[in-house]
């Protein structure tokens, strides 16, 4: 893995809440807060956590398809620099959402049923510009063989397709562009669990065959664990822990970590891990608690500290960072009695 391709530092992404005849914003769902991350070229960085955590909201806006409420995001461009294309818009944007592009979670409803394969596929050739019309048929088909669609089938329509069929021609799509960057909205979950393997497959080979970096957003943590290079995991909009993949599963320093990795059902009885049951429920984005935002579901939550102070990052070892009081105090223990 070489340079970064992506950069963004204190994301934040909200949405208003208007309410009354005049349509006043009265609040914001606080969706993405203050988020830093990076990606290399050919890495794939998984992005786990709870259902509304805005996981899939950072994706989106990580590619510009929402405008950011703040903070800045970096993306290579032509010569392999890093551009701010934070506030880009019309042509200048277009240059670079070539080489962005995203795969969505339900395969049929990203897919418009009126459109032929060939024609949903050759879209974005159409938008950029790019080829003659004998130049993209070619392109289409042969980008479909490649990820397992048999070219005859380019006049057909989404209907007449299973759901990993369905997929695989949003893979084409974002495929056709060679995008430096895919986003892989939960790409496997709405499709049975062979199916899912299959999938997976076929996005590992061709990150290997085209250089590509993968954003992979899933709650699944198994499926993230097999694909993905390192892993953030997300609470209530923020970052709460980051690490190599082997890293944090086999030593995950975050509680709320702990308690997700818990979860991951095993058959071996041997590696049965003690569960981490959480209480309560996963607070609104709208209102988020004060200091830590997971204080008040914590096991080792400390009165008068985690409710008062909002955590900093902090390099826990070399690549591992962790956004916890508990395990921040504990560490600098550790160094400071060695």
Known sequence: ????????QNLKKYFPMRAGIFGRVREYVRAVDDVSAALKKGETLGI????????STLGRTVIR????????????????????ITDLSGSDLLQFRKNMQIIFQDPFSSLNPRMTVQSIVEEGLIVNKLGTRSERRGMAAEILERVGIPADYMNR???????????????????ILQPKLIVCDEPVSALDVSIQSQILNLLVDLREEFGISYLFISHDLSVVK??????????????????ETEKLYNNPLHPYTQALLSAIPTF?????KKRIYLTGELPSPVNPPSGCRFHPRCPIYIDGVCDMEVPKTFEASDGHTVRCHAVERERRGKRGSG
């Open 157 to 175: 329509y989404p209907h007449e397709f299973s759901g990993g069929q369905r997929q695989r021609i949003g893979i084409a799509r974002a495929l």
């Open 226 to 243: 097999y694909i993905s290079d390192r892993v953030a995991v997300m609470y209530l909009g923020e970052l709460v822990e980051v690490a």
């Open 1 to 8: 893995m070489g340079e970064n391709i992506l950069l963004f």
């Open 65 to 84: 398809l929402y405008q950011p409420t703040a903070g800045r995001i970096f993306f290579t461009d032509g010569d392999g620099h890093l551009a701010d």
């Open 268 to 272: 071996d009885p041997e590696a049965r």
């Open 48 to 55: 786990v956590g709870e259902t509304g955590c805005g996981k």
